[in-house]
């Protein structure tokens, strides 16, 4: 009997490893194959990013659009308190950011925020869509940073003129009180 449980054990081991490998890849069929086989649809690995996770931080439409449609937790989050949508929002996936959006993912949350991610790596476009989506352009991560501070530190034009079009504080403060002089 200890083999048969051993042998058990080997094959949900590699179906986990074959599920989260699919995943990274962006492999909607075999996904869909081993969910259809009774995997689940918000597996983790490791760090705790789910299929989503790991399929929207790397841009894999398809596979974000399947596991939406299949209802994975789309607000789920990592050990390190990402979503989906701020790993698509800070590799700059503006289809991956949309269907996420489209599909219920929240533009607002404590730390972090997408809209904060996209203005720290200069996705224009994904921050005019989390703007559009309401998302809060003065919101606050764990230190004080907002899409603005991040924005302008990292030399991102465009993404400053946006945010202060849409009503940014140019006077808030990083923890430390330091203020940042923001001019267009």
């Given at each position: 009997m200890l083999f048969g449980a051993t042998l058990s054990q080997a094959v949900i081991a590699a179906t986990?490893?074959?599920?989260?490998?699919?995943?990274?890849?962006?492999?909607?069929?075999?996904?869909?194959?081993m969910i259809k086989r009774?995997?689940?649809?918000?597996?983790?690995?490791?760090?705790?990013?789910?299929?989503?996770?790991?399929?929207?931080?790397?841009?894999?439409?398809?596979?974000?659009?399947?596991l939406i449609k299949q209802r994975a937790k789309v607000n789920a989050r990592n050990s390190a308190g990402d979503t989906a949508l701020r790993l698509a929002a800070f590799r700059g996936h503006l289809k991956v950011a949309e269907l996420l959006i489209?599909?219920?993912?929240?533009?607002?949350?404590?730390?972090?925020?997408?809209l904060i991610y996209a203005a720290f790596n200069g996705h224009l476009d994904i921050a005019k869509l989390l703007v559009k989506s309401g998302a809060d352009v003065?919101?606050?991560?764990?230190?004080?940073?907002?899409?603005?501070?991040?924005?302008?530190?990292?030399?991102h034009i465009d993404v400053v003129k946006l945010l202060l079009a849409n009503r940014a504080d140019p006077n808030k403060a990083v923890e430390s009180g330091k203020r940042h002089s923001i001019s267009p």
């Open positions: 986990y490893d074959d599920l989260i490998n699919s995943a990274k890849l962006g492999d909607t069929r075999d996904v869909a194959q009774g995997a689940s649809i918000d597996t983790t690995d490791i760090e705790g990013n789910t299929l989503l996770m790991l399929a929207a931080r790397d841009g894999h439409e398809d596979l974000v659009d399947y489209a599909g219920g993912a929240n533009v607002n949350m404590s730390g972090w925020t997408p003065n919101a606050t991560s764990e230190n004080g940073s907002t899409a603005l501070i991040v924005a302008a530190k990292g030399g």
